[in-house]
């Protein structure tokens, strides 16, 4: 298991595929993060499995 993981996804906001690094030693998470693409800002949230695997969910901030 890696405590990082890169997680390819899809900005809710432009569309266009970001990819995020996944801190996957805390089980559940939700931050705000700005797309690399076109800066609008997302909520991030995470979960991360018994294995260690993270399960990554994108919303627009206001959501």
């Known amino acids: 298991?890696?405590?990082?993981?890169e997680v390819s996804s899809e900005c809710p906001c432009c569309g266009e595929v970001?990819?995020?690094l996944v801190d996957c030693s805390v089980p559940q998470q939700q931050y705000i993060e700005d797309c690399e693409v076109?800066?609008?800002p997302i909520n991030v949230s995470?979960?991360?499995?018994?294995?260690?695997?993270?399960q990554v969910?994108?919303?627009h901030e206001n959501e």
């Open 1 to 5: 298991m890696n405590l990082q993981e």
């Open 18 to 20: 970001i990819t995020l």
């Open 38 to 40: 076109c800066c609008r």
């Open 46 to 54: 995470v979960s991360v499995d018994n294995e260690g695997w993270p």
């Open 57 to 59: 969910q994108l919303s």
